[in-house]
């Protein structure tokens, strides 16, 4: 793939419509969708003939990824933010928390056991 083609491809996708939402009214409310977007590109470059006679390249490539953030309300001439609430992110956060508990535990306990 062309580099210059990887670049354009690359600033199409980084648009304003991606982390802004479109808004979406109900009544006198308007609430407008956030997300958090990540993009990261690579480049290329040729490598000259090997030692089988054979030409290289190497090549990159592109990553796109969006997790919701929150939404913005708009009511009454205020706006107010709503975060989004990642309980995945809880869900693993307490985990982690759970097992150093217990890791500090057991070597609380190693040393009580051998101070007897």
Do not use: C, Y
């Amino acid at each position: 793939m062309d580099i210059m083609a990887l670049v354009e491809q690359s600033k199409d996708a980084a648009t304003v419509k991606r982390v802004f939402g479109e808004p979406i009214q109900h009544g006198d409310v308007v609430v407008i969708p956030v997300a958090r977007v990540a993009q990261g590109g690579g480049g290329g470059q040729s490598q000259g003939k090997g030692e089988k006679g054979e030409e290289g390249a190497n090549g990159g490539g592109f990553g796109f990824g969006a997790t919701p953030a929150g939404v913005f309300v708009l009511k009454d001439g205020d706006a107010l933010w709503r975060p989004a609430i990642d309980v995945n992110r809880i869900v693993v956060g307490g985990q982690i928390v759970v097992v150093v508990l217990l890791l500090t535990l057991r070597t609380i306990l190693k040393k009580r056991r051998r101070k007897r």
